[in-house]
T-cell receptor, first 116, second 113 residues
Framework: SAVISQKPSRDICQRGTSLTIQCQVD?????MFWYRQQPGQSLTLIAT?????????ESGFVIDKFPISRPNLTFSTLTVSNMSPEDSSIYLC?????????????FGAGSRLTVL | QKEVEQNSGPLSVPEGAIASLNCTYS??????FFWYRQYSGKSPELIMS????GDKEDGRFTAQLNKASQYVSLLIRDSQPSDSATYLC?????????????FGTGTLLAVQP
C-alpha cells in the first residue's frame, strides 16, 4: 500500500496566521483527500484534491479558507488560512489505493495544529 | 439525520469476551463499507472492508452487512486489551462525480484485563 508522509507533524500557530501542510505519497495516486479531525470528534472531509484542476470542497469548507494545491499525482498541500482557535485540529491527508481488488482509503500520520 | 451513525460508547468488555460494534447509514445506494481502528493520537488504520450482504471474517474480526436494514457491524472475538481504541465506521457515498468516504463519530472500545 502507499506510504504517505505529512509535514509538519504538529505546530503551534498564532491567530491570524496561515499554515501550509504538505502531503507526499510514494506512488502515483489518482484520488487524494484532506480530512479534519477536531478534538474528540470523527473525521470530516474537507475536500478532494484534484490533479490539474481546482479542489472539490465539501459543504462548510471554502477555498479561501482552505486553499489546496495538487501539482502532480504524488503531492498535495492544504493551507489553513487566517487561523483562529477553532481551527485547532488534526488535519489528515489520505489517498485511495487498490487493495485486494477494492478501493480503500489510507491515511497519513496527520498534522496536529494548535492555534493560540 | 447523520449519514453514518455510531454509538460513541465507551463500550467496555472484559478480556476474552466478544465486542460488538454497530453502525447505521442513511444512503441506500452505498456499496462499500469499512471499519477503521484509531488508537489515541494516531491516524485511522483499515481493519475490515465489506461489500456484500452477510458476514466476512478475518482472524478475530467479523464484519456483518445488512443493506436492507442499512446496518453494518463489527464483531471482535477474544477481545484483548490491545484492541482498546476508537472504531470508526465509514461508508462510501457518491458525491457529484466522486465517491467519497463518510465517517461515523466512532465507538470507543475499552477491553478490561
Amino acid at each position: 500500500s502507499a506510504v504517505i508522509s505529512q509535514k509538519p507533524s504538529r505546530d503551534i500557530c498564532q491567530r491570524g496566521t496561515s499554515l501550509t501542510i504538505q502531503c507526499q505519497v510514494d506512488s502515483q495516486v489518482t484520488m487524494m483527500f484532506w480530512y479534519r479531525q477536531q478534538p474528540g470528534q470523527s473525521l470530516t472531509l474537507i475536500a478532494t484534491a484534484n490533479q490539474g484542476s481546482e479542489a472539490t470542497y465539501e459543504s462548510g469548507f471554502v477555498i479561501d479558507k482552505f486553499p489546496i494545491s495538487r501539482p502532480n499525482l504524488t503531492f498535495s498541500t492544504l493551507t489553513v488560512s487566517n487561523m483562529s482557535p477553532e481551527d485547532s485540529s488534526i488535519y489528515l491527508c489520505s489517498v485511495e489505493v487498490i487493495e485486494t481488488g477494492a478501493n480503500v482509503l489510507t491515511f497519513g500520520a496527520g498534522s496536529r495544529l494548535t492555534v493560540l | 439525520q447523520k449519514e453514518v451513525e455510531q454509538n460513541s460508547g465507551p463500550l467496555s468488555v472484559p478480556e476474552g469476551a466478544i465486542a460488538s460494534l454497530n453502525c447505521t447509514y442513511s444512503d441506500r445506494v452505498s456499496q462499500s463499507f469499512f471499519w477503521y481502528r484509531q488508537y489515541s493520537g494516531k491516524s485511522p488504520e483499515l481493519i475490515m472492508s465489506i461489500y456484500s450482504n452477510g458476514d466476512k471474517e478475518d482472524g478475530r474480526f467479523t464484519a456483518q452487512l445488512n443493506k436492507a436494514s442499512q446496518y453494518v457491524s463489527l464483531l471482535i472475538r477474544d477481545s484483548q486489551p490491545s484492541d482498546s481504541a476508537t472504531y470508526l465506521c465509514a461508508v462510501n457515498v457518491l458525491g457529484g462525480a466522486t465517491n467519497k468516504l463518510i465517517f461515523g463519530t466512532g465507538t470507543l472500545l475499552a477491553v478490561q484485563p
